[in-house]
T-cell receptor, first 117, second 111 residues
Framework: EAGVVQSPRYKIIEKKQPVAFWCNPISGHNTLYWYLQNLGQGPELLIRYENEEAVDDSQLPKDRFSAERLKGVDSTLKIQPAELGDSAVYLC???????????????FGPGTRLTVL | KNQVEQSPQSLIILEGKNCTLQCNYTVSPFSNLRWYKQDTGRGPVSLTI?????NTKSNGRYTATLDADTKQSSLHITASQLSDSASYICVVTSGTYKYIFGTGTRLKVLA
């Protein structure tokens, strides 16, 4: 079974440029998460989707970050414009369901390492 | 405030030796606790999951313990291998939908 796929793996851009990351979750997983991970830190949740609905985007900086999950499968995370402080690894994860059980395992993709110059 | 603290921050051991990583949490309500292994340049991979009533769980050379009274967990690695070099992240699930991540312990195993 294929795992969570993310692309690109690496991205280098200049500040003020836009950037987009793509995530394809494990087939059948209806919960999708985007995390930001700084070096030496644990992941921080940006947004969580249940199917196509964003059910928790409280930590998403909405002035420059946006996300979508059309048709409840693939998802795209966008930053426009990027700032120097956005340099980090952006992880996507998926799980079967988060029906309030708090226990479904999250499967993570390899991440996209963003460098903003 | 819900927090997960891990120690040590980093650890270097020789191949074949054992080591123990610590995780202390102040999370309420508590649903479960997971240990993840994150290799450099990869996403985290789940090693173990423990619920409130479980004291210990093993996955090969990895053994996790949980003391729900003191809110402490440990991950013991037996007979370490070079491939164990990674970051180990403790994650506590609080109630519903809320995952609290620790900052991780970076383990380096030397030949």
């Amino acid at each position: 079974e294929a795992g969570v796929v993310q692309s690109p793996r690496y991205k280098i851009i200049e500040k003020k440029q836009p950037v987009a990351f793509w995530c394809n979750p494990i087939s059948g997983h209806n919960t999708l998460y985007w995390y930001l991970q700084n070096l030496g830190q644990g992941p921080e949740l940006l947004i969580r989707y249940e199917n196509e609905e964003a059910v928790d985007d409280s930590q998403l900086p909405k002035d420059r970050f946006s996300a979508e999950r059309l048709k409840g499968v693939d998802s795209t995370l966008k930053i426009q414009p990027a700032e120097l402080g956005d340099s980090a690894v952006y992880l996507c994860a998926s799980s079967l369901s988060d029906l309030g059980q708090g226990g479904d395992e999250q499967f993570f993709g390899p991440g996209t390492r963003l460098t903003v110059l | 405030k819900n927090q997960v603290e891990q120690s040590p921050q980093s650890l270097i051991i020789l191949e074949g030796k054992n080591c123990t990583l610590q995780c202390n949490y102040t999370v309420s309500p508590f649903s479960n606790l997971r240990w993840y292994k994150q290799d450099t340049g990869r996403g985290p991979v789940s090693l173990t999951i423990m619920t409130f009533s479980e004291n210990t769980k093993s996955n090969g050379r990895y053994t996790a313990t949980l003391d729900a009274d003191t809110k402490q967990s440990s991950l013991h690695i037996t007979a370490s291998q070079l491939s164990d070099s990674a970051s180990y992240i403790c994650v506590v699930t609080s109630g519903t939908y809320k995952y609290i991540f620790g900052t991780g312990t970076r383990l380096k195993v030397l030949a």
